[in-house]
């Protein structure tokens, strides 16, 4: 439980370090270059924080009946017409 405890307060603060760049690391759209650093923007900094996000929308997701378990012959546990010989 610690180490899970850990990863997630590590990833809150790679994701909220990682929102800070993003909010200061922005690309003029005047001069091309990142507000922040001075050098042609996107600058790495910003492209890592870029990273850092899209390897959290990667997480998965779990989505109900996905899978398609009605295929396999999966029921659903609360049909009104149960299996059960009721009625
Ligand atoms: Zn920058």
């Known amino acids: 439980m610690t180490a899970t405890t850990y990863y997630a307060e590590t990833a809150d603060r790679q994701l909220s370090e990682a929102q800070r ?6 690309t003029s759209s005047a001069t ?6 001075g050098t042609l923007g996107p600058c790495h900094k910003r492209e890592n924080a870029v990273v850092i996000f899209s390897r ?25 017409e149960s299996s059960y010989g009721f009625g």
């Open 21 to 26: 760049i993003l909010d200061r690391h922005i």
């Open 56 to 80: 959290t929308l990667r997480l998965p997701r779990r989505q109900p009946g996905v899978t398609r378990p009605e295929l396999v012959g999966a029921r659903r546990v609360c049909e009104p």
């Open 32 to 37: 091309g270059r990142c507000m922040e650093c």
